[in-house]
Each structure stands twice: as structure tokens, then as C-alpha cells.
């Protein structure tokens, strides 16, 4: 039971590049989530999916960009990286029905941008 | 804007005593509300949810409470241990997605 996995785990890159942060959920889960965690600022939510295809900002969509082709696939682009979105990224997907909309997170990218 | 608090940002016990972490949040339209535990450098896990029809739930140790009128939850853990110690969160779902907005954390240590 793999449940939501992230990769990569660690990324240092440079100002200006694009990354591209994956999470990947066995569950069939409709609902996913992105979320940043910063010291100061606790975690905020970037960007949410209802299912695939459909994305939906959330406090802090500036600056990155969502695609959901696939169910259990949510990726996450930084298209041109800024010294700003050095942080811890989480993902998260719960089923989103009642009583079962528990959201269970991923364990996390840390991105450094030099 | 919905906005969560958590008090107290820290608290330190000795092993075997209960305690409480409070929540509060000032738009009661709320879905559920989720308490987390993140321990240092790692992820977070689900401890309870709550909906907002709910007064509370348990699992183990922990015992949940809401009010939703006046947008308060508690976490009472009962006969803390040394492994108890991480942050915990406190998140509510709210909008079409149950998208969380989270506190702060309290940061918990249980002295052996």
C-alpha cells in the first residue's frame, strides 16, 4: 500500500529554472492538494483538484502552475523559480465525500532555490 | 479570510500528564476540522477529524472536541509519553474541496 508518494524528496536548483515537483496517490482519490510550509507562515494551500482535469487556485497560486491528466498524478511546476519559493511542499488527496474526506499528505519535498 | 490560532505556540509536560491544545478559527463555516501531528523534518499524520456536525471524536489517548459556534476546538491527550513529543496542527476544511487552512502548531515536548 504505497498511499501518496513525492519525488523528488530534496531539490536545490537555481534562480529562473523551471522544476517540476510529482505526486503520485493509489487510492483513486478525486480531491489533491499542493501545499507549501514556511517558517512564519505555517502551510498554505498553492493549488487544488477536484478530478482530473479540473484545477482550482488556492492562497498562493502565484508563480507555479498544475496539470492533472491522470487521477493519481498531480504535478507541480515552478515554471521560472524565484528565492521566494524555497520551502517544504506537501501534497495531499483525501476521497472528498462525506465522512471520508480526511486529507492524507505526502512525505514532502524540501526545495532550495539559489 | 478564514484564519486559525493555536495556543500555546509551545508547551513543555512532564511524562504521564494530560494536557490540552486549544485551536480557534473565526469563520464558523466550516466543513471539518483535522488535527495533525508532524514530527521534525517529516510529514503529517492524521490523527482525528471532526465534521462540523460532530462534538468530538476519540482514537486512543486523544480525545477531539469542536464548537463550531464559537469557533473553538480542543486536543486532550491523556497520560502524555516522551513519544508524544512533535507539533501538532489544527486545520479546517472549508469550500467546495474541504481545502484546509491551518494554525501555527504547538509544539509539544513530554519530559521522561
Known amino acids: 500500500d504505497a498511499g501518496i508518494t513525492q519525488s523528488p524528496r530534496y531539490k536545490i536548483t537555481e534562480t529562473g529554472r523551471q522544476v517540476t515537483l510529482m505526486c503520485h496517490q493509489t487510492?483513486?482519490?478525486?480531491?489533491m492538494f499542493w501545499y507549501r510550509q514556511d517558517l512564519g507562515h505555517g502551510l498554505r494551500l498553492i493549488y487544488y483538484s477536484a478530478a482530473a482535469d479540473i484545477t482550482d487556485k488556492g492562497e498562493v497560486p502565484d508563480g507555479y502552475v498544475v496539470s492533472r491528466s491522470k487521477t493519481e498524478n498531480f504535478p507541480l511546476t515552478l515554471e521560472s523559480a524565484t528565492r521566494s519559493q524555497t520551502s517544504v511542499y506537501f501534497c495531499?488527496?483525501?476521497?472528498?465525500?462525506?465522512?471520508?474526506?480526511?486529507?492524507?499528505f505526502g512525505p514532502g519535498t524540501r526545495l532550495t532555490v539559489l | 479570510k478564514q484564519e486559525v490560532t493555536q495556543i500555546p505556540a509551545a508547551l513543555s509536560v512532564p511524562e504521564g500528564e494530560n494536557l490540552v491544545l486549544n485551536c480557534s478559527f473565526t469563520d464558523s463555516a466550516i466543513y471539518n476540522l483535522q488535527w495533525f501531528r508532524q514530527d521534525p523534518g517529516k510529514g503529517l499524520t492524521s490523527l482525528l477529524l471532526i465534521q462540523s456536525s460532530q462534538r468530538e471524536q476519540t482514537s486512543g489517548r486523544l480525545n477531539a472536541s469542536l464548537d463550531k459556534s464559537s469557533g473553538r476546538s480542543t486536543l486532550y491527550i491523556a497520560a502524555s509519553q516522551p513519544g508524544d513529543s512533535a507539533t501538532y496542527l489544527c486545520a479546517v476544511g472549508s469550500g467546495s474541496a474541504r481545502q484546509l487552512t491551518f494554525g501555527s502548531g504547538t509544539q509539544l515536548t513530554v519530559l521522561p
Open positions: 495531499a488527496s483525501s476521497a472528498g465525500t462525506r465522512n471520508t474526506d480526511t486529507q492524507y
Open positions: 487510492w483513486s482519490h478525486s480531491y
